[in-house]
């Protein structure tokens, strides 16, 4: 909570980051029915009391010369001995917290339980901002987490789930099928024409198009994705099509 997750959310792209599995510090005051009832309390005067002395609040300001301050009064928890030392007010006088309730360090119940390979761990998941590209702040992720690995090595840690993988592999497959495609249609263009020559043009011509076709799309910041790629390679045919009507015309 305060070294790993705001490490990971500095990360640029990173809109969030959740923990989950992990046990929660739970400072629990056990309260002694039979006290309460000897001093007439009961629990909800009890709970206003410790809510109300666990505060920061403002205490206004101090002018100095030309300058501000503001001032704040301290009164937040530090320890167990600062609640078991709460005054409660009875009758005419007043006693301890301690005196009718039992306070001791420990641990919110389990609301959720995280495993990995069988055994306990804590999961983190981490979503990125709406505009942000999911491949470049997954591996700005992967890589803060290698550097963690390296400045915890007590700790183990193993990735459940990237998103990003998908869309590299969805954009590595357009991109092999279009490459595939403008050789294959090379090929059958060379068993057609038998002419090195027109083949080599028109191969020519396919590389060169989609070189410009990247370049536009640069300006026109428009990202390379799936969606955009799928185009280029139905693209790739057109150009076949068009190149091979042009030279026939030639």
Do not use: C
Not at 1 to 23: F, H, K, S, T
Not at 53 to 61: I, M, P
Not at 169 to 196: E, P
Request: proline share 2%; hydrophobic share 45%.
């Amino acid at each position: 909570d305060n070294q790993l997750v705001p490490r990971l959310e500095r990360i640029p792209g990173v809109a969030q980051v959740n923990m989950q599995g992990g046990l929660e510090r739970e400072i629990i005051v056990a309260l002694k029915r039979d006290r309460l009832n000897h001093y007439n309390l009961d629990f909800n005067t009890i709970t206003n009391i410790v809510r109300s002395e666990n505060v920061n609040v403002s205490a206004g300001d101090v002018l100095q010369g030309d300058k501000e301050f503001l001032v704040r009064t301290v009164g937040k928890f530090s320890n167990l001995d600062q609640i078991r030392n709460i005054n409660v007010p009875v009758g005419s006088g007043q006693i301890k917290l301690s005196d009718v309730a039992k306070v001791r360090d420990g641990f919110a119940d389990l609301s959720t339980l995280s495993r990995t390979d069988g055994d306990r761990s804590l999961s983190l998941s981490i979503q990125k901002q709406t505009d942000a590209n999911t491949v470049e702040v997954a591996a700005a992720v992967r890589q803060e987490i290698e550097q963690i690995q390296n400045e915890y090595p007590n700790y183990s840690f193993a990735l459940a789930l990237d998103q990003s993988d998908f869309i590299e592999d969805s954009i590595a497959s357009v991109s092999q099928n279009a490459i595939l495609g403008g050789l294959f249609a090379v090929i059958i263009l060379f068993l057609f024409l038998r002419n090195i020559r027109s083949t080599i043009i028109i191969a020519t011509a396919m590389p060169i198009s989609i070189i410009g076709t990247f370049i536009l799309m640069y300006f026109a910041d428009v990202n390379l994705n799936v969606i955009s790629l799928g185009g280029v390679a139905l693209g790739v045919g057109m150009l076949v099509d068009n190149a091979v009507v042009v030279l026939e015309n030639i």
